[in-house]
Every structure is written in C-alpha cells, then in structure tokens.
C-alpha cells in the first residue's frame, strides 16, 4: 500500500473493495436456496444447479468474509507486515 495512507483509510479501501463482491455472492446464495423451496418440482438440473451454487456460494462467502478479510484487516493493523 501507499506510505502515508492511514490505516483506517486502508481498512475503508479494503471494504469498498469487497462490498460489492460479497454482495452479489449473498444475493446469489439467496436465490440458490430460494428456488428448490418456492418450486421444489422444479427440473433436476435446476435443482442441482441451485444446490450447486448454494454450495459453492455458502464456501465463498465462509471463507472471503472471515478468514481472509480479518487477516487482511489484522495485516493493515499490524506495522511492517508483508501482506500490505
């Protein structure tokens, strides 16, 4: 990052970064789920496309907002670490 950039202004440049992102996989877990309970006679690939993205969005989203982004955050917290 840049020399004399504060640190809350990188955690802010860390989260407007990721905001958006993170919002699309929660609202694409969403529907995901949604659909086998608002039509659970829906097609098996349907079915499996849902469960499939569900899955995979569930992981994403485990492991982008938690393990990642707070060791980012503890990375900008921390002086002179090599994450930054």
Same mark, same amino acid.
């Given at each position: /990052? &840049?020399?004399? @950039?504060s640190r809350? %202004?990188? =955690?802010? %440049?860390?989260?407007? =970064? +990721?905001?958006?992102?993170? /919002?699309?996989?929660? @609202?694409?877990?969403? @529907? $995901?789920?949604? @659909? #086998? =309970?608002?039509? #659970? +006679?829906?097609?098996?690939?349907?079915?499996?496309l849902c469960?499939?993205?569900?899955?995979? +969005?569930?992981? &994403? &989203?485990r492991n982008?907002?938690? *393990? #990642?982004?707070?060791? *980012?955050?503890? $990375?900008?917290?921390? #002086?002179?670490?090599? &994450?930054?």
């Amino acid at each position: /990052m &840049l020399r004399g @950039v504060s640190r809350r %202004q990188r =955690i802010e %440049q860390w989260e407007r =970064i +990721t905001e958006w992102p993170l /919002m699309v996989a929660a @609202v694409l877990f969403l @529907v $995901a789920h949604a @659909v #086998p =309970i608002l039509d #659970p +006679t829906g097609s098996a690939l349907l079915l499996g496309l849902c469960r499939w993205a569900s899955w995979i +969005t569930w992981l &994403l &989203l485990r492991n982008r907002s938690r *393990r #990642p982004d707070y060791a *980012r955050r503890a $990375a900008i917290l921390l #002086p002179h670490s090599p &994450l930054v």
